[in-house]
């Protein structure tokens, strides 16, 4: 434990607390969360030396839970913004909940899409995005940032053969076509089951903090199309309606259904490529298992989508889509990596 915890604590919580502190597992990101003892109730310390995204994180949580309980409360806040505690919503996921109880996790699921809908409408009135981290809008640019990690860590990494500066048009098409969808509220970002804790039978929601201004189907398709979540066609068409039900009562406006399935379509194969982006950097490149395992979830989402009618207007994204999604590029992928001919991050 470094002095500058240990102070924090120390001025805030006691020595019960200094006593209690444990380190939690880390994820994907460089902070670092402890659960400990105040008092007979357990809180969580996060540490990071990241503080704009610390300050959008607390600047997000204050203002969205003006609109909705179902969020981590804030607790103490270090005067150099690197040290914040917040409510423990305990260990489980709605990952983990539906790998042991689908029928439960089902239930956690409808009431997560409804709280989606209550985050991004009611939370995007009067939200300052200029606060956002690094990015304000979901645009043009995010776009091309994502299909370029796709080509430059999956593609090129897997020596997936492809026409360069046909996909590079395609790649500028389409975001700018991205850009101009409607229905913008705010977007999540990554709002998938493993940022949704199950406490007290109620999902919460956790690392919003990525959020922009954007197309709400984005943070549906995130969820409905996790890749190892692996939902059914029968639970995604069931979540779909539920939301654009809840999504019409809150926003109290006409809903074009041909316009708002399109939309979703877009961000469907926008996230789909930037899944495995990251993929192929932490898997491929950075050889961490956990995402090694997870790009053969996400190249059979792509078998889902080849034929949405929406490729028609990308060729050579579609011709690609079409390549990856068949079951001999994933064992051809997965028999170089084995054998060390993909060089990465080792």
């Known amino acids: 434990m470094n002095s500058k915890i240990q102070t924090f604590l120390n001025s805030h919580y006691g020595q019960t607390a200094i006593d209690s502190l444990e380190l ?107 606060k956002a981290f690094s990015y304000p809008k979901f645009n043009y640019l995010m776009v091309l940032r994502d299909l370029f990690s796709f080509k430059n860590y999956f593609l090129n990494l897997a020596e997936i053969e492809f026409n360069q500066g046909r996909l590079l048009a395609d790649f500028e098409r389409f975001a700018l076509d991205f850009e101009r969808l409607p229905y913008q509220y705010f977007v999540y970002r990554d709002f998938q089951s493993r940022n949704i804790m199950v406490y007290e039978n109620e999902p919460f929601f956790i690392d919003y903090q990525g959020g922009v201004k954007g197309p709400v189907q984005y943070d549906l398709v995130s969820l409905l199309w996790q890749a190892k979540a692996k939902l059914s ?15 019409i009562e809150l926003t109290q406006k006409d809903l074009d259904g041909f316009e708002f399935k399109k939309g979703y379509d877009f961000c469907l194969i926008e996230r789909l490529l930037q899944v495995l982006g990251t993929y192929g950097f932490r898997g491929i490149y950075e050889r961490k298992q956990h995402f090694l395992v997870s790009i053969e979830f996400a190249l059979k989402n792509l078998n889902e989508i080849k034929s949405l009618a929406l490729l028609e207007n990308y060729p050579e994204m579609k011709r690609v889509i079409e390549e990856l999604a068949k079951p001999e590029t994933f064992i051809k992928i997965k028999n170089r990596i084995d054998e060390g001919e993909i060089d990465g991050y080792h």
Not at 62 to 85: A, C, E, G, Q, R
Not at 104 to 126: T, Y
Not at 233 to 247: A, C, H, L, R, T
């Open 24 to 130: 939690l597992a880390q994820s994907g990101s460089s902070r670092k969360y402890y659960r400990f003892n105040s008092e007979g109730k357990m809180l969580i310390l996060t540490e990071s030396e990241n503080i704009e995204e610390n300050k959008t994180f607390l600047y997000f949580t204050t203002h969205f839970s003006k609109v909705m309980n179902n969020l981590p409360k804030i607790d103490k806040i270090s005067d150099d913004f690197s040290l914040y505690t917040q409510s423990d919503l305990g260990n489980q996921s709605l990952m983990n909940l539906l790998e042991i109880n689908p029928s439960q996790a089902k239930e956690i699921f409808r009431k997560s899409v409804k709280q989606l809908a209550k985050l991004q409408v009611l939370g995007d009135e009067n939200l300052d995005y200029s």
């Open 233 to 247: 066609d029968e639970w995604k068409s069931e979540f779909y309606e539920i939301y654009v039900k809840e999504f």
